[in-house]
């Protein structure tokens, strides 16, 4: 593998670092990973954290980018909290469940001191409304159903510290649902606001029980955090209990790469999140701790939009696949931390097969396929069909780590064998319609996490996130079956039916698994993330205060 690239840290002197500066002189410094030793934990500071973008809403079902994940597993607490590591189910704020044979019946204790941040006590009718609310919807308010719950039904209060959950089939997936940050739980309060109300300007009114809880917002720019003196309902599994360490969180929304990584290691920010990957050695090598965490859901890769007729033979597709060579991606662009995607799931995703055979290399394929396909390479080396060339187009991904690099590169590689892959800015004023347009937005560029089976479906179903625009009813039906199924080894297969399927059809280009990385001063102590990478603060200590 290459080394790394480094690049020259830009002047600091942007209106942004200011804000950072501001910020920092009452912060206190802070942040390695759990295994880190500085001692006993220390109670205070203030946690500067600056992260690459701006949230777009606080309701969880849609808190799966990553700067809105972020704040809703610090201000609410879940069912169930699953380990990191070992991706075991464990108590939260239910204390044990039981689940019937066949996955279509929950039932769940609870504990009977947790309160929501306005007072409110997480009962049993609570933490039903919160699940009617995401696996049902409301119309009515405009929220949506969670991609994290499937085939959900009904539920029931037993008593004040007891819910039960029914589905109309057998969700096997809702356990861990629980444990996710699209899982939080909300105060009713707050569940009786419409969609629009969860968004920006609205985060301090967002009632939950974890750890913080939002007292201050300007909007685009920063929010402040403030520690919950009464939170004392960490995971059992948590050697801290009681309230978090820290005092306070600010988050300054800093999308320069520079200006977060002089901020860091100038000492006027504390952790960091989105370091580069040609930043990665700067950052390591100035003594900061570098925590890549993976994801563990469907890789970062390109969709193929099948629908487009450009598109629509599957030699075509094929070419495309074995066109890209993601190993040069990785080696040109990231570092050891983005390992070489192997299948449409990451290797340590639940339910992945290795694909990688189906999926190698192979420009002098691609050539044969497009040429039996009838694509011929015209005179500017672009193939050309009944007078139309192949030419698609790809929008740069923002969330995803050097996505306009990593398309312009696949680009160059598709160019050899004569296919044009024109692409487009992310930030382009046409970016929100033009992705839902399979003729606009040939390719689509996107990667989510989860460390469950479901995490494909969430992807790729037609009435999920749909990122193929799919007309596919059987994907469907396989994609529906890994959600269904309640043997945990037949959904393995289910899963694995998936991965052939989308391999067989072409549908996807797997790229690299994508972690998150973050870069942390080396005061700072019991920095760490939850199961699919999102910062979790509640055990973050600082070592000391700055002067």
Same mark, same amino acid.
């Given at each position: 593998?290459?080394?790394?690239?480094?690049?020259?840290?830009?002047?600091?002197?942007?209106?942004?670092?200011?804000?950072?500066?501001?910020?920092?002189?009452?912060?206190?410094?802070?942040?390695?990973?759990?295994?880190?030793?500085?001692?006993?934990?220390?109670?205070?500071?203030?946690?500067?954290?600056?992260?690459?973008?701006?949230?777009?809403?606080?309701?969880?079902?849609?808190?799966?980018?990553?700067?809105?994940?972020?704040?809703?597993?610090?201000?609410?607490?879940?069912?169930?909290?699953?380990?990191?590591?070992?991706?075991?189910?464990?108590?939260?704020?239910?204390?044990?469940?039981?689940?019937?044979?066949?996955?279509?019946?929950?039932?769940?204790?609870?504990?009977?001191?947790?309160?929501?941040?306005?007072?409110?006590?997480?009962?049993?009718?609570?933490?039903?409304?919160?699940?009617?609310?995401?696996?049902?919807?409301?119309?009515?308010?405009?929220?949506?159903?969670? #991609? *994290?719950?499937?085939?959900? +039904?009904?539920? @029931?209060? !037993?008593?004040?510290? $007891?819910?039960?959950?029914?589905? =109309?089939?057998?969700?096997?997936?809702?356990?861990?649902?629980?444990?996710?940050?699209?899982?939080?739980?909300?105060?009713?309060?707050?569940?009786?606001?419409?969609?629009?109300?969860?968004?920006?300007?609205?985060?301090?009114?967002?009632?939950?029980?974890?750890?913080?809880?939002?007292?201050?917002?300007?909007?685009?720019?920063?929010?402040?955090?403030?520690?919950?003196?009464?939170?004392?309902?960490?995971?059992?599994?948590?050697?801290?209990?009681?309230?978090?360490?820290?005092?306070?969180?600010?988050?300054?929304?800093?999308?320069?790469?520079?200006?977060?990584?002089?901020?860091?290691?100038?000492?006027?920010?504390?952790?960091?999140?989105?370091?580069?990957?040609?930043? #990665? *050695?700067?950052?390591?090598? +100035?003594?900061? @701790?570098? !925590?890549?965490?993976? $994801?563990?859901?469907?890789?970062? =890769?390109?969709?193929?939009?099948?629908?487009?007729?450009?598109?629509?033979?599957?030699?075509?597709?094929?070419?495309?696949?074995?066109?890209?060579?993601?190993?040069?991606?990785?080696?040109?662009?990231?570092?050891?931390?983005?390992?070489?995607?192997?299948?449409?799931?990451?290797?340590?995703?639940?339910?992945?097969?290795?694909?990688?055979?189906?999926?190698?290399?192979?420009?002098?394929?691609?050539?044969?396929?497009?040429?039996?396909?009838?694509?011929?390479?015209?005179?500017?080396?672009?193939?050309?069909?009944?007078?139309?060339?192949?030419?698609?187009?790809?929008?740069?991904?923002?969330?995803?780590?050097?996505?306009?690099?990593?398309?312009?590169?696949?680009?160059?590689?598709?160019?050899?064998?004569?296919?044009?892959?024109?692409?487009?800015?992310?930030?382009?004023?046409?970016?929100?319609?033009?992705?839902?347009?399979?003729?606009?937005?040939?390719?689509?560029?996107?990667?989510?996490?989860?460390?469950?089976?479901?995490?494909?479906?969430?992807?790729?179903?037609?009435?999920?996130?749909?990122?193929?625009?799919?007309?596919?009813?059987?994907?469907?039906?396989?994609?529906?079956?890994?959600?269904?199924?309640?043997?945990?080894?037949?959904?393995?297969?289910?899963?694995?039916?998936?991965?052939?399927?989308?391999?067989?059809?072409?549908?996807?280009?797997?790229?690299?698994?994508?972690?998150?990385?973050?870069?942390?001063?080396?005061?700072?102590?019991?920095?760490?993330?939850?199961?699919?990478?999102?910062?979790?603060?509640?055990?973050?200590?600082?070592?000391?205060?700055?002067?």
């Amino acid at each position: 593998m290459s080394t790394p690239r480094i690049r020259r840290l830009a002047a600091a002197g942007t209106a942004a670092l200011a804000a950072v500066a501001l910020l920092a002189s009452c912060a206190a410094q802070s942040g390695t990973t759990q295994t880190a030793e500085g001692g006993d934990p220390v109670e205070g500071g203030t946690l500067t954290y600056l992260e690459y973008q701006a949230h777009t809403t606080l309701y969880p079902p849609q808190a799966g980018f990553y700067p809105n994940g972020g704040i809703v597993n610090s201000i609410t607490a879940r069912l169930t909290w699953q380990d990191p590591e070992s991706l075991e189910i464990e108590p939260w704020v239910a204390t044990e469940w039981t689940v019937n044979e066949d996955a279509t019946e929950y039932t769940f204790e609870l504990r009977d001191d947790v309160t929501f941040s306005d007072g409110t006590v997480v009962d049993a009718a609570a933490v039903a409304k919160n699940f009617d609310t995401y696996g049902l919807g409301n119309k009515e308010l405009g929220l949506t159903i969670s #991609e *994290a719950i499937n085939n959900y +039904a009904s539920s @029931e209060v !037993v008593d004040d510290d $007891t819910v039960t959950f029914r589905f =109309s089939a057998p969700a096997p997936g809702f356990l861990q649902a629980t444990s996710t940050i699209n899982s939080g739980l909300l105060s009713p309060a707050t569940l009786d606001r419409k969609l629009e109300e969860f968004g920006a300007g609205a985060s301090a009114e967002i009632i939950g029980a974890g750890p913080f809880v939002v007292t201050e917002e300007e909007i685009g720019t920063s929010l402040h955090l403030e520690a919950r003196e009464d939170y004392d309902w960490a995971p059992p599994s948590f050697e801290h209990q009681g309230r978090a360490y820290l005092d306070a969180i600010d988050i300054v929304v800093t999308p320069e790469d520079s200006v977060r990584i002089g901020s860091l290691l100038a000492g006027q920010a504390d952790v960091i999140r989105y370091v580069q990957a040609f930043d #990665e *050695a700067q950052v390591a090598s +100035a003594g900061f @701790e570098i !925590v890549a965490a993976p $994801t563990r859901g469907v890789n970062n =890769s390109l969709g193929l939009r099948f629908t487009n007729p450009l598109l629509s033979d599957v030699r075509v597709r094929q070419a495309l696949v074995h066109g890209v060579d993601a190993q040069e991606v990785v080696d040109t662009i990231f570092t050891e931390n983005y390992p070489v995607a192997t299948s449409q799931l990451a290797s340590t995703a639940a339910g992945y097969k290795d694909e990688s055979k189906a999926l190698a290399f192979d420009p002098e394929l691609s050539e044969e396929l497009l040429d039996e396909a009838g694509w011929a390479v015209g005179a500017d080396g672009i193939r050309e069909k009944d007078g139309e060339r192949l030419s698609l187009t790809v929008y740069e991904a923002k969330p995803q780590p050097l996505s306009k690099q990593t398309l312009e590169l696949v680009s160059q590689q598709l160019a050899k064998i004569g296919v044009e892959l024109n692409v487009k800015a992310g930030d382009a004023g046409s970016y929100a319609t033009d992705t839902l347009d399979p003729l606009k937005t040939a390719l689509y560029h996107s990667m989510v996490g989860r460390a469950d089976h479901d995490v494909i479906k969430s992807q790729y179903f037609t009435k999920n996130r749909n990122t193929l625009l799919s007309n596919d009813a059987k994907l469907d039906e396989l994609l529906t079956a890994v959600a269904s199924e309640p043997d945990a080894a037949e959904r393995d297969k289910a899963s694995a039916a998936v991965q052939d399927y989308l391999t067989e059809q072409a549908y996807v280009i797997p790229l690299f698994e994508e972690p998150q990385v973050y870069g942390a001063a080396p005061y700072v102590h019991g920095f760490t993330t939850e199961a699919v990478a999102r910062p979790l603060f509640y055990d973050t200590w600082v070592e000391k205060q700055k002067k």
